[in-house]
């Protein structure tokens, strides 16, 4: 993977992630004032979940093969990530 793309990405994965941070503080913050946040809290849940997902799929590309080879960590955070995002 070329240098600026790998730059790229992981530009776009923390904007990504910052944009769910900003939405769960300025949720709580409503909630906080008495606002019902029951839809927010619904966006944030679906919107962090897949975000979760997205960014160990990323670094596990990132990583390559050894990002599938069992007992490295991170693999166990990928594996962990999707068990997470199904629970709920």
């Not at 923390?14 to 709580?28: E, G, M, P």
């Not at 975000?51 to 960590?73: P, T, W």
Request: proline letters at 0%; hydrophobic letters at 40%.
């Amino acid at each position: 993977m070329e240098k600026t793309s790998l730059h790229h990405r992981l530009a776009m994965l923390a904007a990504r992630l910052q944009a769910v941070q900003a939405s769960i503080y300025n949720t709580a913050r409503r909630e906080a004032y008495g606002q019902t946040v029951t839809k927010e809290d619904s966006m944030i849940k679906a919107l962090a979940g897949e975000s979760v997902n997205k960014v160990m799929y990323d670094c596990l590309q990132f990583h390559g093969g050894f990002g599938y080879i069992r007992e490295s960590a991170i693999e166990r955070m990928a594996r962990d990530a999707r068990v997470r995002s199904i629970s709920g």
